[in-house]
């Protein structure tokens, strides 16, 4: 029998193309004060796989552990600069919230608006989203989960990156508990039809909505990509589905 694969044995790919491109710029000195200062509390660390921004298999996390108690928990996919995920949290103390984001910039930001708004029922993970869902966090653990305006990849030769495809179904619905709630929104017309194809397609979940499109959905706040859409002409469309028991 041949011996399993060491780290040595060279390097390892993930089997799927991921929905970002990482950017290398440098975090300005107040962001890199930030990381100093918050991150040991909001920072979870995720051990790693093939990948700086994976999740290494076996690697749960216990929410009431990281959070000190039992909560519902919100999962906010692409958290960006953190400003719709620390207004819901600061709206909703009794709720825990964990934003999923790897740009360390965006995190950085995240962390010193939480900071100074004393926001403690949050906590950020730097990692690929597909791999947080399917090794961090433990089978229907999650009230809730945001998805807001994911990269489009609106060009034909790069749709295959996007984060909603028939993938994403069943790591979404490992996480989300019976009865909990996937919310969506994109302000690309094409992709928002993918989305409900993807999802409508799903054994695991069923609409939350009536019609053709969700309504707004009030949690969430104005952020500048919702702006900048409704600036371009492009019309917002929202989703929500329910996770089948």
Known sequence: MPDAPSDTDGPRFRERPVSFVRRSGRMSDGQE???AEYSAFYLLEAPR????TSVRAGSEIDPEAVYGRSARLVVEIGSGQGHAIISAATAHPDTDFLAVEVFRAGLARTMLDAGREGVRNLRLVEANAPEVLEHLLPVASVDELWVFFPDPWHK???TKRRLVAPEFGPVAGRALKPGGVLRLATDWEDYA???RTVLDESPLFERAFAGEWAERFEGRVL?????????????IRDLAYRRIA
Request: glycine content about 8%; charged content about 35%.
């Open 223 to 235: 952020t500048a990509f919702e702006r900048k859409g409704s600036r371009a002409g492009r019309a």
């Open 49 to 52: 796989d093939a990948a700086a």
């Open 193 to 195: 039809r993918q989305m």
């Open 156 to 158: 034909n030769k790069h």
């Open 33 to 35: 004060r930030a990381w």
